[in-house]
């Protein structure tokens, strides 16, 4: 029996894939590299000393995503592709719903069909919308600031509802927060194309040269300095929260969402002094006006997931930034 992970050539699902082998899972890694290189596929087997099935599949494709479920005994899925960038989806908010929504449901249905009834969802900390009360806990109310965050609304909406319908369905939603960071062998991590739109990966192209500051959107937050805070947590704790997740839904039935973050918040301008510890150069930057949609604050009520899941973060911002510059500056020898 094999764990499908899908997008699991991306950031997230390339790191969750390494910890699944670890832990001696077989796995199936789907994705329609639209966001991810092949390549990725074969840093995995090199970190973990294994091989596994690559399907080159978009979930909108029903008869493909259909003949992986024939093709592989697939018992459980971690379900992470879809698009993600949040300014991208207020520009093509159909492409998005479609995207996010149709192939979650083309998932599901696949699932069925083959008699699989577990997976572990990738939502978001967006789901929570522009809440002003932290931290954010799973009771929360939720809302949407974009098309993307409303794709993870209603993604958790459908789940919920189809256990409600079915007993046989497990699901475990998983809201991150803001996961950075990479593998600490350097082999794996975030590399967006184009102009990145997050924080960290920015703040390491600026490292590495590729850009020649960062802009700091906003420094008249209500916060201790007036930049933005975040719960950034490190993405080898984000993909270990998934292996608690599998365990969970191996053995309950139902729907359940629990954050995964650490509930420490820390500015931007935080993040860009201890960017400058781990990589021992200086970051500039200028401040701009606040960006469209962003809130002051996010962090996380990590309670459920430790009572639940069994789950905690356990590594600290220096490591998440010094993973990070490790990633970045052997990305951009590469490119040279
Ligand atoms: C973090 C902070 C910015 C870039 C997004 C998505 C969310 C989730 C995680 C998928 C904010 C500031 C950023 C820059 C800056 N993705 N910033 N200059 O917006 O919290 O969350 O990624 O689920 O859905 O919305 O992350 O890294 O973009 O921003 O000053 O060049 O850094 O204002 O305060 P965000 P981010």
């Keep these: 029996m094999s764990i499908?992970?899908?997008?699991?050539?991306?950031?997230?699902?390339?790191?969750?894939c390494v910890e699944l082998l670890a832990?001696?899972?077989?796995?199936?890694?789907?994705?329609?590299?639209s966001n991810a290189e092949r390549t990725v596929a074969d840093r995995i087997s090199e970190l973990s000393g294994r091989t596994f099935p690559v399907c080159d599949v978009d979930l909108l494709d029903r008869e493909g995503l259909g003949r992986v479920f024939a093709g592989h005994d697939i018992e459980s899925v971690i379900h992470l592709a879809g698009r993600k960038a949040v300014g991208e989806s207020?520009?093509?908010?159909?492409?998005?719903?479609?995207?996010?929504i149709t192939g979650?449901?083309?998932?599901?249905?696949?699932?069925?069909?083959?008699?699989?009834?577990?997976?572990?969802?990738s939502?978001?900390?967006?789901?929570?919308?522009?809440?002003?009360?932290v931290p954010f806990r799973e009771d929360f109310a939720l809302s949407a600031t974009s098309p993307y965050g409303m794709t993870k609304v209603v993604i958790e909406r459908i789940l919920t509802d189809l256990a409600a319908a079915e007993p046989d369905w497990r699901f475990c939603l998983l809201r991150y927060f803001n996961p950075i960071g990479a593998h600490p062998s350097g082999l794996l991590g975030e590399r967006p194309d184009g102009v990145p739109n997050n924080l960290l990966p920015y703040i390491a192209q600026v490292a590495a040269g590729q850009r020649t500051h960062l802009t700091v959107f906003g420094d008249d937050y209500p916060t201790r300095d007036g930049t933005g805070v975040r719960d950034y947590l490190h993405v080898v704790d984000l993909a270990l929260g998934h292996l608690k997740a599998l365990?969970?839904?191996r053995a309950h039935a139902g729907a359940e969402a629990v954050n995964l973050g650490t509930g420490t918040g820390y500015s931007v301008l935080e993040i860009v002094a201890a960017f400058e510890r781990a990589s021992g150069l200086k970051i500039p930057y200028i401040v701009a006006p606040r960006r469209a949609g962003d809130i002051a604050v996010m962090s996380a009520d990590p309670a459920k997931a430790e009572r639940l899941l069994g789950w905690k973060a356990l590594r600290g911002l220096d490591d998440m930034c010094a993973d990070a510059w490790r990633f970045a500056s052997r990305a951009a020898e590469e490119l040279n």
């Design 104 to 121: 979650t449901l083309h998932l599901c249905q696949a699932m069925a069909e083959a008699g699989c009834h577990s997976m572990v969802f």
């Design 23 to 33: 832990a001696g899972e077989d796995i199936v890694l789907l994705d329609n590299f």
């Design 247 to 249: 365990a969970y839904v």
């Design 90 to 100: 207020v520009s093509l908010p159909v492409l998005y719903y479609h995207n996010n």
């Design 4 to 16: 499908l992970v899908t997008g699991g050539a991306g950031y997230i699902g390339s790191h969750v």
């Design 123 to 133: 939502s978001s900390a967006t789901v929570y919308g522009a809440n002003p009360i």
